[in-house]
């Protein structure tokens, strides 16, 4: 028996490219927004079209509650890629406090509004022994009883991360454990490395959820609002799904971004840092 291929050519459909936001702004920190524009399914990707996808003539404003606002910045970060964000200069993230993102490119308008929630209660952060060579990194919280809660972790381990980056399973709510101390564990998770090119654990035998007993790991525990944790839980859910042929992957885009996609996130955040 002989096999037989047929070559298929798949025509794109009519495509409109869409501003793409991705977007937050953090207690004490400066706010730092990513531009892009989106590309058809069919595109082919390689590290030069990612960055052609990348808007950098934006004029993007940042307004607090208090009518406070300033234009961002277009800065180089190496460690992202496209390596380039707009970031505030001088505002910085508040508790409690509500900021408005409008993005003005060429004819188009795209905005937001995300809020910085209260801090979370966090007991503690602290290593247990996995193996002679390895760790888990266990957190407790004291969950408020009074309001719905929304919790997103997200690692820094030393020497090995070029930034922080969200944890494995990253986002709680306190639905099963409302007004209750809970403690749950912090788990590895690798860099984002879309293109392949780092490969940072390719000399690290380690389980997928545990940490080296000779890593030092800052970790950052954030709550988020009720929109935030929506619209990140349905990306997660939706890159989780496109790994399994068997799960179906929702076909509407999670966002909080009018007249584009993407997020724009307050974080009330705290860090502790880890080692054995």
Not at 234 to 262: A, E, R
Request: hydrophobic share 35%; aromatic share 12%.
């Amino acid at each position: 028996m002989a096999a037989c291929s047929k070559d298929i050519a798949l025509d794109q459909v009519d495509y409109e490219s869409k501003i793409v936001v991705d977007g937050w702004i953090e207690n004490g920190q400066t706010a730092n927004v990513f531009l892009t524009m989106s590309s058809p399914f069919l595109t082919d990707y390689d590290s030069a079209s990612i960055r052609n996808t990348f808007l950098n003539y934006a004029k993007v404003t940042i307004t607090n509650g208090k009518g406070v606002s300033e234009v961002l910045t277009l800065t180089r970060r190496k460690e992202f890629f496209p390596p380039f964000v707009y970031k505030t200069i001088n505002m910085k993230g508040e508790v409690g406090e509500t900021y408005f993102l409008e993005v003005i490119y060429q004819n188009r308008v795209v905005e937001s509004v995300t809020t910085i929630p209260s801090l979370p209660e966090v007991d503690g952060v602290k290593a247990v022994a996995a193996s002679d060579s390895s760790m888990v990194i266990m957190a407790t919280m004291n969950d408020h009883a009074l309001e719905a809660n929304y919790y997103y972790s997200q690692i820094f381990t030393y020497h090995f991360d070029t930034r922080f980056h969200p944890s494995d399973k990253p986002l709680k709510n306190d639905r099963l454990y409302n007004g209750e101390v809970h403690t749950f564990q912090i788990k590895r998770s690798d860099q984002p490395d879309p293109l392949g090119i780092h490969n940072i654990n390719s000399e690290r035998a380690l389980k997928p959820d545990e940490f080296a007993m000779t890593d030092t790991v800052l970790v950052k525990i954030s709550q988020i609002d009720a929109a935030a944790y929506q619209v990140l839980n349905g990306m997660y859910v939706d890159h989780l799904g496109q790994n399994s042929p068997f799960t179906f992957v929702d076909q509407q885009t999670h966002t909080n971004i009018k007249g584009g996609i993407g997020r724009w996130t307050g974080l009330a955040s705290q860090q502790f840092l880890v080692y054995n």
